[in-house]
């Protein structure tokens, strides 16, 4: 709160309008709203961190579709595999625009609209993690080449494609390594929908300890090998195949080497009669892999189930029509179940057959239409998340990074999900980008934490002079349907070092209409949380709840209607060691609602009778500013004076809007005309749906 505050002690008082407040003497008092606070700062309970959802119905599935089986896993650092979800999404027609957004840095959803042939033949695109290759219908072709996932390579999506025609004319090809879709040493890759067929070696081949993948309701087709799986001595990966319909392929039907866990299950293996192509083997589990083979189909297979002595197939529920040789299970691998690491349904086995030849390969559903397909063109993906990371995990590595990544003027809900830390920067949401929220994505509240020590006086970097009281926020909120939750804002200016500037240091300022602040720890010592519009005339509503908000001055203040509800506020000693301080000061223009506590906790360790609940803020000496703050079934602890309101700068606060409601604990009082009691009449039209009007706050 600006300096000025202190001053202007000859201002004329302000004429007081309307009805004088009536003083009553409440009914029997009742114990505040009861509240599930944890130790420490810790959680409110279950429902104290909704998640939000990446998605919303209006979102394309083929954008925010998450994989089943093995690659649902969380694991390796990565929980499950979403692809690009968390990016933006681009429309490519031409090789130069897929090969850039598939090897760039950032997350994308890359919808291919058009046939793209490789140049040179045989070009496999190294994609980088976090992506989502998805074909636009029927319309996106990949020819002559393919997809190449190296090491470490994660959380890729390949969906809804036609990958063909690499055949270089010699059957068991040994010159050319054209694979369709070659993964080494990556891990959480979903295979699904795609066509792939009549390439140079395999259709797909998964080398090199890959894992976490799932491959399914592909067609596998026209070749000599379809599917190989191994290329390791190491038995570490974890892979689901199911819904494949594999057919006109010799061998690797898919050969499994050295798998940990290989999961197939409801495939369609088919040795088309009258064709060039014969089948020497189906499913093969070799070296020490350990298989479990269920519900799958086999028709006019030669040799269908092999298995090397080393390895372990256990067989469930298969169905074997015109096979001849081989068709094997046993093995001395430790059983296992599929279900104890992700769910998954199983089809009759009669019905594989008719349910791939019809599901299989792209669907028409999938993607954007070719005809308003724009060519390499970004946009921001629905209802999108943007990931925080100080280790360079996430897509940024600072809060303002993914704040300045938000489209200008978005029309729907943007997460930025911070991941555990402390991030000691400012942040500034401008009001041109609505619909934010940033969330911690730690287990508590504490466990992410953004920062600085700005305050009024601080110089400015540039030069340019010092920062005011608003100006010293660590996080700076000025866009409307802003939302905040399970993390820490604090500023932790050093006021015993700086006694030469004032005290004024802010934690989070905001200026904008619903704000949502929920389970957040917002920490500081004087003017920890303004709550401001964006001028005068314009509404300004923020809801806190089941969140801490931490101080000693002023510690929460401005113009905004603002609600604290369920919510627990801390009182600190300044500085040197001292106890005295003021809870709020509201600066509430005449025919605005101000501060509402409501269903909390004053409390901390301090002496007792040394803090005000508030006083009133004349922002600039404006007289016809009327402030006001209810307080009302709340505990109050004894640090609370028994007259528990103050003048500011000259205005008397009995002119302004203040009173308490059924408040109890050692800091509550009776009425008097030093502590005005709200009747029950009056109370009725004081709730917290009387502050928030026609807005519900909703966690998304």
Known sequence: ????????????????????????????????????????????????????????????????????????????????????????TVTVKTLADLEKYATAAEPYVIVVAATITMDPVGKEIKVQSDKTIVGSGTAGHIVGGGFFLGQGVHNVIIRNLTIRDAYQGVWNDKEH???????????????????????????????????????????????????????????TADITIHHNWIRETEQRNPSTDNVAHAHLYNNFLEDVAGTDINSSYGNYSRGATNMVLENSYFQGLTNPVVRDATATLVQRGNVFSGTTGKNESGGTGAAWDPKTYYAYTLDKTADVPALLKSGAGPRSSIGTTASTATTATPKAAAATTLTVAKDGSGQYTTVQAAVNAVPANNPSRVVIAVKPGTYRELVKVPSNKPHVTIQGTGGSRKDTTIVYDNASGTPKPDGSGTYGTGGSATVAVDADDFQARNLTIS?????????????????????ADKVFLDS???????????????????LGRV???????????????????????????????????????????????????????????????????????GRNWHAGGDATLDPQATVRNTSLSAAIKTTPWSDMSGFSWKDDRFAEYKNTGAGSGAASTDRPQLTDAQAAAQEVADWLGDWTPTAS
């Open 543 to 613: 809801y806190v709840t089941n969140s801490y908000v931490v101080g000693n001055t002023d510690f929460i203040f401005g113009r905004a209607t603002a609600v604290i509800d369920k919510s627990v506020i801390t009182l600190k000693k300044r500085w040197n060691g001292t106890s005295a301080g003021y809870v709020t000061a509201p600066s509430t223009a005449a025919d605005r609602k101000g501060i509402l506590i409501a269903n909390s906790t004053v409390t901390g360790d301090v002496s007792d009778r040394s803090f005000f609940l």
């Open 520 to 538: 957040v720890i917002i920490s500081g010592d004087q003017d920890t949380l303004l709550v401001d519009t964006a001028a005068k005339a314009k």
């Open 491 to 511: 500023n932790d200016f050093d006021e015993a070092a700086h006694q030469d500037i004032a005290n004024q240091a802010v934690a989070l300022r905001t200026s």
């Open 177 to 235: 390594d054209y694979d369709g879709i070659q993964m080494d040493g990556a891990h959480h890759v979903w295979i699904d929908h795609n066509d792939i067929r009549h390439m140079a070696d395999g259709l797909i081949d998964s080398r090199k300890d890959t894992t976490h993948l799932t491959v399914s309701w592909n067609k596998l087709s026209q070749d000599n090998k379809a599917f190989g799986i191994g290329w390791t001595d190491n038995v």
């Open 1 to 88: 709160m600006s300096a000025h505050r202190s001053r202007g002690t000859s201002r004329p008082r302000h004429r007081r309008r309307g009805t004088t407040l009536a003083i009553a003497v409440p009914l029997a008092l009742t114990a505040a709203g009861t509240l599930a606070y944890g130790t420490d700062l810790g959680l409110f309970g279950a429902d104290a961190q909704a998640s939000a959802s990446a998605a919303t119905a209006a979102t394309p599935a083929w954008a925010t579709a998450t994989a089943d089986g093995f690659a649902s896993v969380d694991a390796l650092g990565q929980n499950g595999t979403y692809g690009g979800r968390d990016g933006k």
